[in-house]
């Protein structure tokens, strides 16, 4: 089992910053994909950025040379930088993880952190 904490959502102008965190538990999968997940109220969830053990990195193009996903291996940490906010970015924000073992994909989620961007 993994448990994902989520925290750094708040409210921000237009064009504004902030940084999400999702703070995992140690796991033991050596194969694994964390990433940010986000839905807005009547919208289906979507895939906004994930790095994967080995690392590989995958932005979607909305949020392309805005956001920036990092990883705190030590403190086995995810980040989730975001600029230049819009109000379209307003969302509940998720972690997620998905460990690989013989085969077999574990997923993972975040209690969601609320995002509003909004003057």
């Known amino acids: 089992q993994v448990q994902l904490v989520e925290s750094g959502g708040g409210l921000v102008q237009p064009g504004g910053s902030l940084r999400l965190s999702c703070a995992a538990s140690?796991?033991?999968?050596?194969?694994?994909?964390m990433g940010w997940y986000r839905q807005a109220p009547g919208k289906q969830r979507e895939l906004v950025t994930s790095?994967?053990?080995?690392?590989?990195?995958y932005y979607a193009d909305f949020v392309k040379g805005r956001f920036t996903i990092s990883r705190d291996n030590a403190n086995n940490t995810l980040y989730l930088q975001m600029n230049s906010l819009k109000p379209e970015d307003t969302a509940v924000y998720y972690c997620?993880?998905?460990?690989?073992?013989?085969?077999?994909?574990?997923?993972?989620w975040g209690q969601g952190t609320q995002v509003t961007v909004s003057s």
């Open positions: 997620n993880y998905q460990g690989v073992r013989f085969g077999v994909r574990n997923t993972y």
């Open positions: 140690r796991t033991s999968f050596t194969t694994y994909v």
């Open positions: 790095m994967s053990n080995p690392g590989t990195t």
